[in-house]
C-alpha cells in the first residue's frame, strides 16, 4: 500500500512529540509527588512512538511486529502486577537486561544484513542461500554506521547479560561475589580479545568486502561473555551502582542502533536514558565516595569481617519491645532509618502504624534515607510510598544527618552499611570515606535486626556495639508490630 507523500511528515512530527513527553515525564520522575504522572506522561510518548513507526515508509513484518507487542505488553503486565515490592530491584535489572539485549539484537541484524548484501555483490547465489531476498539489502552502511553498530552490539550486549547476572545475584540464585586469582586480568583479555574481532570485522567491511564470518560470531559471543565477566565479582552492596551504570549502557546501544536505523524516536529515547543513567550512576558512586572504576574493579566487601569484629570494643545489648516503644512514646524526636531489612520482612506498613502512633502523641517523626539503601536507587522511597508515608515526613541523607544530635531515638530497621561509623574513622576499612546516615551520633539508637550477621556488604558495623545503641532483635515486620501492640498498651 502506498502512503500519502506527508505521512512521513508527521511521523516526525509525532516523534518530536514523543521525544517532548519522554523528557517531561523524566522531569516529572525526579520528585516523589510527581514521579506516577511522569511515568504516565513517558508512556504515552512510547506508546506514540510506536504507533507512529508502524506508518514509516518500507515497514513490513507488521504482522510480526504487533504480535512481539502483544506478548511483551501481557508479559510485562502480569510480571509488574505479580511482582513484590522487595523484588523490584530485581525486575528493574531483568526489564533492563531485556532492553539492552534488543538493542544488541538489533545491531547484529544490521551487521548481518551488510555482510550477506556485500555477498551478494559479488556471489548472488550464495548470498540468496543464506537469505532470502538478500537482493534488497543493499551494504547501504556508511563506515560510521557501521562502527556505532558494532559499538551498540558490544554495550547491548554486556548491558543484557550483566544485567541477568545481577538479576540472579540480587534474587538470590547466585553467590553475591564471585572472584578468582588475576580475574581483572583475564576480564581485561576478554575485552581486548572483543574488541579485536570487532575490529577485524569493522576493517573488512570498511574495504568493502565481506567480513569473515567466524571474526562476526566471535564479537558477538565474547560481547555477551564481558558482561557476565564484568558483573560476577561486582558485590550485593554495589548493586545500585551496576544497575543504574546498565541501565546508561541500555540507552547508550538504543541510540547507536537509532543512529545505524535513522530513527529518530530511538535516538532521542536512547539519549534520554542514557544521559539520566549516566548521571545517576555518577550520584550513587558519590554516595558511597567511590569511583566507578573501584565499583567495577576493587574488592568492595572482599574482606575485613572476622578481623574487623574483634577489633570493635563493646558488645551488642539487646531490648525489648515494651522498652523500646517506652522509649520512643516519650521521645520529642525520633527518626527512623529504614534499609533493605524493612523490605525483605515487608515491614513497611508496620513501620508507617508505628510512625502514625508516634505522631499522633506528638512525636516528631521523620524517615531517613541514604542515596543507596536498598537494593537499587530509590528503593526505599518506593517502599514508604507504598504504605502511604507523606513525602514531607521522608528526609535525605544531606538534610536529616544535622539533625541526628538532636534526635533523642534513631530507630534503625534493616539498613546495616549506610549507617556503619568505620566509614568516617577506620581507614583500613572497604567503605571508609563512604557518605552515611550520623544515626551514631543520634542520644540512642535502637536496631531492628534478625540476628548477629553483618550486612549484604560483609563488614561488621560498630554502631551495634555502641554504647547508645540497643538491639531488638526479631523479623522486621513482628518487631514492628510488638512496638505497635506495646505503644497501644500504653494508652489503655
Known amino acids: ?44 510518548g512510547m506508546a506514540a512512538a510506536i504507533i507512529a513507526t508502524f506508518f514509516l515508509p518500507g515497514m513490513h513484518n507488521l504482522g510480526w511486529m504487533l504480535g512481539a507487542i502483544i506478548v511483551g505488553v501481557v508479559v510485562s503486565w502480569v510480571v509488574g502486577r505479580r511482582v513484590a515490592m522487595t523484588a523490584m530491584p530485581q525486575m528493574v535489572a531483568l526489564f533492563n537486561g531485556m532492553g539492552g539485549g534488543a538493542a544488541a539484537a538489533i545491531g547484529a541484524v544490521e551487521l548481518i544484513k551488510f555482510n550477506v548484501a556485500a555477498l551478494a555483490a559479488g556471489q548472488a547465489a550464495t548470498a540468496a542461500a543464506l537469505l532470502p531476498g538478500a537482493d534488497v539489502l543493499a551494504p547501504t552502511l556508511t563506515p560510521v554506521e557501521l562502527t556505532l553498530a558494532f559499538v551498540g552490539v558490544l554495550i547491548g550486549a554486556v548491558s543484557f547479560t550483566g544485567s541477568l547476572i545481577a538479576f540472579a545475584k540480587l534474587q538470590g540464585w ?94 532521542i ?71 533493605y531489612g524493612m523490605a525483605v ?63 533523642d531515638v534513631a530507630l534503625v530497621i534493616g539498613a546495616n552499611d549506610v549507617v556503619n561509623p568505620v566509614a568516617r574513622t577506620d581507614k583500613g576499612s572497604p567503605i571508609y570515606g563512604m557518605p552515611i546516615l550520623d544515626v551514631s551520633k543520634a542520644r540512642n539508637v535502637i536496631v531492628i535486626k534478625r540476628g548477629r550477621g553483618t550486612g549484604f556488604a560483609g563488614i561488621e558495623n560498630a554502631l551495634f556495639y555502641a554504647d547508645n545503641t540497643r538491639m531488638l532483635y526479631g523479623d522486621g515486620q513482628a518487631a514492628a508490630g510488638q512496638l505497635v501492640t506495646e505503644l497501644k498498651s500504653l494508652d489503655t
Open 269 to 339: 529515547a536512547g539519549m534520554v536514558v542514557g544521559a539520566a543513567g549516566t548521571l545517576l550512576t555518577q550520584l550513587m558512586a558519590k554516595a558511597m565516595n567511590r569511583s566507578l572504576a573501584n565499583v567495577l574493579f576493587g574488592n568492595f566487601g572482599a574482606g575485613g569481617g572476622a578481623d574487623q569484629a574483634q577489633a570493635i570494643a563493646g558488645a551488642m545489648k539487646p531490648i525489648d519491645a515494651s522498652d523500646a516503644a517506652v522509649m520512643m512514646a516519650y521521645a520529642e524526636r525520633v527518626a527512623i532509618v529504614p534499609g
Open 174 to 267: 547466585m553467590d553475591r561475589r564471585f572472584v578468582f586469582p588475576l580475574q581483572r586480568w583475564v576480564n581485561l583479555a576478554l575485552f581486548v580479545a572483543t574488541l579485536v574481532c570487532g575490529a577485524m570485522a569493522l576493517a573488512a567491511a570498511v574495504h568493502g568486502q565481506a567480513f569473515a564470518w567466524n571474526w562476526l560470531v566471535a564479537f558477538f559471543v565474547l560481547a555477551l561473555v564481558v558482561g557476565v565477566a564484568m558483573t560476577l565479582p561486582i558485590g550485593g552492596a554495589d548493586m545500585p551502582v551496576v544497575i543504574s551504570m546498565y541501565n546508561a549502557f541500555t540507552g547508550l546501544a538504543v541510540a547507536f542502533e537509532g543512529f545505524v536505523l535513522q530513527n529518530e524516536a530511538m535516538i
Open 345 to 407: 520482612a515487608q515491614a513497611q506498613h508496620k513501620v508507617w502504624e508505628f510512625a502514625k502512633l508516634l505522631l499522633e502523641r506528638g512525636v516528631k517523626v521523620k524517615f531517613a534515607i541514604h542515596p543507596v539503601a536498598g537494593r537499587m536507587p530509590g528503593h526505599m522511597n518506593v517502599l514508604l510510598a507504598e504504605a502511604g508515608v507523606p513525602y514531607d515526613l521522608i528526609a535525605d541523607m544531606d538534610d536529616i544527618n544535622p539533625e541526628f544530635p538532636n534526635t
Open 1 to 44: 500500500m502506498t502512503l500519502p507523500a506527508w505521512v512521513p511528515t508527521l511521523v516526525d512530527a509525532v516523534y518530536f512529540i514523543a521525544a517532548v513527553l519522554f523528557i517531561w515525564g523524566l522531569k516529572r520522575m525526579s520528585s516523589p509527588r510527581t514521579a506516577r504522572n511522569g511515568i504516565v506522561w513517558a508512556g504515552a
